[in-house]
T-cell receptor, first 113, second 112 residues
């Protein structure tokens, strides 16, 4: 157990729907990152939050949004889902925004039918 | 854009050494990482190296960096079946990990 908790582990939904993925960072970590891992795109950085504030955006679609709450947990919202959104979504956390250890959760596998 | 490239597959026999290679294009890369992903799990940091280092050794793991050629390698000595996993090379420039770029991962298969 890495200490980063992601729910749900698996999610199957239909095109056009909206889902929310949740992440609880490791205790003491202030920074949360979201990554998408798909077969054809590898691991892509989506977005980062640090202590509740958005720090950086990567290849995140406009249909996707995220936030980090005061208790530091984060949610990734995916809307108007398309077949191509099927992927593993990973959350990672770190203590500070620096070249230190990123601790990854086990991921949420999203299947869009 | 800036890329990180790895071969997709590597197969070795138990007890042999494994060498996983990675090349990157960004000459500003400051930190280089190796992560391991086991089935059904997230990525686990194995080790990282600063760009001003040539080598880092940690038990069975040896990381070699050739900054001139932008080549990074991970050597696993005495490879065990439990080492079977996907290994990701990653690099970043800034102290902020938001610009971390990952390779596609090398699937290491260890045969008994």
């Amino acid at each position: 157990d890495s200490g980063v908790t992601q729910t749900p582990k698996h999610l199957i939904t239909a095109t056009g729907q909206r889902v929310t993925l949740r992440c609880s960072p490791r205790s003491g970590d202030l920074s949360v990152y979201w990554y998408q891992q798909s077969l054809d795109q590898g691991l892509q950085f989506l977005i980062q939050y640090y202590n509740g504030e958005e720090r950086a955006k990567g290849n995140i679609l406009e249909r996707f949004s995220a936030q980090q709450f005061p208790d530091l947990h984060s949610e990734l919202n995916l809307s108007s889902l398309e077949l191509g959104d099927s992927a593993l979504y990973f959350c990672a956390s770190s203590v500070v925004a620096g070249a230190n250890v990123l601790t990854f959760g086990a991921g949420s596998r999203l299947t869009v039918l | 854009g800036e890329d990180v490239e790895q071969s997709l597959f590597l197969s070795v026999r138990e007890g042999d050494s494994s060498v996983i290679n990675c090349t990157y294009t960004d000459s500003s890369s400051t930190y280089l990482y190796w992560y391991k992903q086991e089935p059904g799990a997230g990525l686990q940091l194995l080790t990282y190296i600063f760009s001003n280092m040539d080598m880092k050794q940690d038990q069975r793991l040896t990381v070699l960096l050739n900054k001139k050629d932008k080549h990074l390698s991970l050597r696993i000595a005495d490879t065990q079946t439990g080492d079977s996993a996907i290994y990701f090379c990653a690099e970043s420039r800034a102290r902020n990990n938001n610009d971390m770029r990952f390779g596609a991962g090398t699937r290491l298969t260890v045969k008994p």
